[in-house]
């Protein structure tokens, strides 16, 4: 890698008094936080914690200012870490990136080695980030689901914000894998759009009834949940005996309203889903089968390209509950 290279562009997020805004600016890696390796970024994504730390609804960032993106994917320019040289394709998703350390949003990124996986051959650098934080979260899902007993043919598995990076990825994933799926949404325009990604079943979610009952109908065999709030509640009242519930998100807010009944006689788990800091094995472990048996088929219909300038668009549809499938950052 050269000694120096040309400013580039890139996303930084700033608070002035208690405003918080982001903008394109000219950055130099001199400028960067620190780490062991240099990446030449070729794309990013969105995440809802992207939007909420670019749009201030919630303390995300450590710092200011910072270059936002929780994810990247892009090659080595260089690394004083042995595991790593240059022209490595590699990913990095979660730990500190976008939130203390400057984030993906950038044409170059630096980065501690600890975080980065090298990416698996069977994905290209537009697949790492059309799956990036989203995707890992809805794959760790279905594996921790796995992990605890879920089986094909065990029943029905529905999947709550189904539209959504997680929601939409995990429907693909499960799907694949050859689960009967039943696919949540509030948005009843996105009905084929989920049956095109092999939700067997779409249930409006203005269906789903509010009950006083502790327990409900025994459905579901197992569920991948990034909502949270009266949706993970009423899933705990409907999940069949031992079934799990993989819960990554709060959307629909932070509180939960149920009681121990379903968990004390139909043994019901609930299981927190954290990408952030998931252990390195883990973590390869997830990446791995993201690139064999659980790669979405329909991945280009999931995720679709937006540019540097794109970014404030995109935030704006996350944080009004909009999006659908994932935005993919061309950051080169």
Avoid at 6 to 31: H, W
Avoid at 48 to 60: F, N, P, Q, S
Avoid at 204 to 209: D, F, Q, T
Avoid at 250 to 263: N, R
């Amino acid at each position: 890698m050269p000694t120096t290279v040309a400013p580039f562009k890139a996303f930084r997020i700033s608070q002035t008094d208690n405003t918080i805004s982001g903008a394109i600016v000219d950055a130099t890696l001199d400028e960067l936080t620190p780490g062991d390796v240099v990446i030449k970024a070729a794309y990013s994504s969105v995440n809802y914690k992207d939007a909420l730390a670019a749009t201030g609804g919630v303390k995300i960032l450590k710092k200011f200012p910072l270059i936002g993106g929780i994810d990247v994917a892009g090659t080595v320019a260089s690394s004083t870490d042995p595991r790593f040289k240059e022209g490595d394709q590699v990913v990095v998703t979660g730990y500190d990136l976008g939130v203390g350390n400057d984030g993906g949003y950038s044409a170059y990124v630096r980065v501690p080695a600890d975080w980065i996986v090298r990416l698996p051959s069977s994905l290209t650098l537009f697949d790492a980030m059309a799956l990036g934080t989203a995707g890992f979260t809805a794959a760790m899902s279905v594996i921790r689901l796995e992990q605890n007993g879920l089986k094909t043919g065990a029943g029905p598995v529905i999947v709550t914000g189904a539209t959504g990076g997680v929601g939409s990825i995990a429907v693909a994933i499960l799907a694949g894998l050859g689960y009967d799926v039943t696919a949540v949404t509030g948005k009843d325009s996105e009905h084929e759009y989920l049956k095109s990604l092999g939700a067997k079943t779409v249930m409006p979610r203005s269906a789903i009834e509010k009950s006083t009952r502790p327990v409900e109908k025994a459905t579901w065999a197992g569920a991948v949940d990034p909502v949270g709030g009266d949706i993970l509640a009423w899933l705990t009242k409907t999940m069949s005996y031992g079934a799990s519930i993989a819960n990554s998100g709060l959307t629909g807010g932070i509180e939960i309203h149920t009681t121990v009944i379903p968990f004390i006689l139909r043994g019901v788990n609930l299981l927190g889903i954290d990408s952030v800091m998931c252990p390195m094995p883990m973590r390869l472990e997830v990446w791995r089968r993201l690139a064999s048996d659980m790669k979405p088929k329909v991945l280009k219909s999931i995720a679709r390209e937006i540019p540097l300038s794109g970014l404030p668009d995109a935030f704006a549809t996350l944080a009004a509950g909009g999006a659908k499938g994932r935005f993919v950052v061309n950051v080169a």
